[in-house]
Every structure is written in C-alpha cells, then in structure tokens.
C-alpha cells in the first residue's frame, strides 16, 4: 500500500528546534521522486513551506528547512514561534499510485 | 498575482449533483494543470485528480475514478468539479490547486481557498 507516515504530533517551545518525519516506500520517496511540505495554519488553506526537498519559496523563514535520505524525509523548524503551530503535510509522487500522495499530517504544538 | 478562487459553500442532499469551481487568473491558465485535493473533517490530505486546461485531459486518484468528474473551460479559465449522486461521505472541504509543471516531482502551489460541501438529510 502506498502511504507516506509522519507522527501525529510534534512539540517545543518557543525558540526550540523540532523535525518533523515522512517515511515512505520505494514506490515514492525511494525511487527518487521530490518530497514536498506544505504548512496549514487553522482555518486556512494549506500553503508550500519547502518544495523539491530543500527549497524554499521567497518568503518562507530560513528557520524551515528540508532533507532527505534513503526512503525518509524531514522538514526542520529552528528558532520555533507561535506563528509556526500549525499541521504540517509532506508529498510527493508514488508509482503504485500513478499519481500525487500526501502524509497523514503532524500537528506542531508550540508550547 | 497567481490565484486560484473557488465557489462558496454548498449544502446538499444525499442522491443531489453538484458541480464547483475554480477560477485561476494572473497565469496562463491552459499551461498548468489544475488538480483537486479532498480534505475530510478533522482529517489529512486526499488527491483526488487533475485536468490539462489547454486539451482537458485529465487523471484520477484511484480512490476518486469513476466517483467525481473534472473537467475545465479555457475559455472563462475555470476548472470544476462535479458528483452526480452526493454521499454523507462526500462531506469535506475541497481545494483546488495548480501543479507546478508537468513532471512527477511537481508540488502544488497555490491552492484555492477551498469549498467547504455538506452533504446531510
């Protein structure tokens, strides 16, 4: 089954680092394919954090930032803020599929 | 400015149609594709399919095949999406959003601000 895993939940104080996880498969993020995040903030539509597993669209802090490795990527927030708490989704393409597939979501608690 | 501007809220019975919209401007709308992301009450993120303005090809999510239709008109730059007998289980906030480009790796930026259906007796 093709799926992309992320923890439910994640915390940390204000000024605190925090990662966020997306485990994937071969059929996705192991074949190659970019991994994308996407940040929703309550009530809002999502909106493009990192793209292309690194990248950052103009106007998105540099306190965000992507990697990835093997099968797994992470989406890293340092220096959190208030501003941050949101749920977070990583993407990307899967085969199996033949088409776009999101994560289940983390929901980033600043405390 | 690139957007994406959807239609309001609908209530519907279960059995109704219902088709919404999406309407792009500040880009060339028949170069990207449009797709639809289904986002269920409390719940994550669901890809539904996308169309090709410019030839109206389009591609399902196996889960949505056969369940919606999506279609586009180049001509007033809408996309749409439409359900011939709604479900209780069709109750979600549905976004529109442009591909990046036209290859697998593409992300989705940016995304309407979403129709929020309620299909209830």
């Known amino acids: 089954q093709s799926v992309l895993s992320q923890p439910p939940s994640v915390s940390g104080s204000p000024g605190q680092r925090v990662t966020i996880s997306c485990t994937g498969s071969?059929?996705?993020?192991?074949?190659?394919?970019?991994v994308h995040w996407y940040q929703q903030l309550p009530g809002t539509a999502p909106k493009i954090v990192i793209y292309?597993?690194?990248n950052r669209p103009s106007g998105v802090p540099d306190r965000f930032s992507g990697s990835r490795s093997g099968t797994s990527a992470s989406l890293a927030i340092t220096g959190l803020q208030a501003e941050d708490e949101a749920d977070y989704y990583c993407?990307?393409?899967?085969?199996?599929?033949?088409?776009?597939?999101f994560g289940g979501g983390t929901k980033l608690t600043v405390l | 400015e690139v957007q994406l501007v959807q239609s309001g809220a609908e209530v519907k019975k279960p059995g109704e149609s219902l088709k919404i919209s999406c309407k792009g401007s500040?880009?060339?709308?028949?170069?990207?594709?449009i797709g639809w992301v289904r986002q269920m009450p409390g719940k994550g993120l669901d890809w539904m399919g996308i169309?090709?303005?410019?030839?109206?090809?389009?591609r399902y999510s196996p889960s949505f095949q056969g369940q919606v239709t999506i279609s586009a008109d180049n001509s007033i730059n809408t996309a749409y999406l439409q359900w011939s007998g709604l479900k209780a289980s069709d109750t979600a906030m549905y976004y529109c959003?442009?591909?990046?480009?036209?290859?697998?790796?593409?992300?989705?930026?940016?995304w309407g601000q979403g129709t929020l259906v309620t299909v209830s007796s």
């Open positions: 959003v442009r591909r990046s480009s036209s290859s697998v790796h593409d992300w989705f930026d940016p």
């Open positions: 500040g880009y060339s709308f028949t170069s990207y594709w």
């Open positions: 169309v090709h303005p410019g030839d109206s090809h389009t």
């Open positions: 071969t059929s996705n993020i192991g074949t190659g394919y970019d």
């Open positions: 292309a597993d690194t």
């Open positions: 993407q990307s393409y899967d085969t199996n599929l033949s088409g776009w597939l």
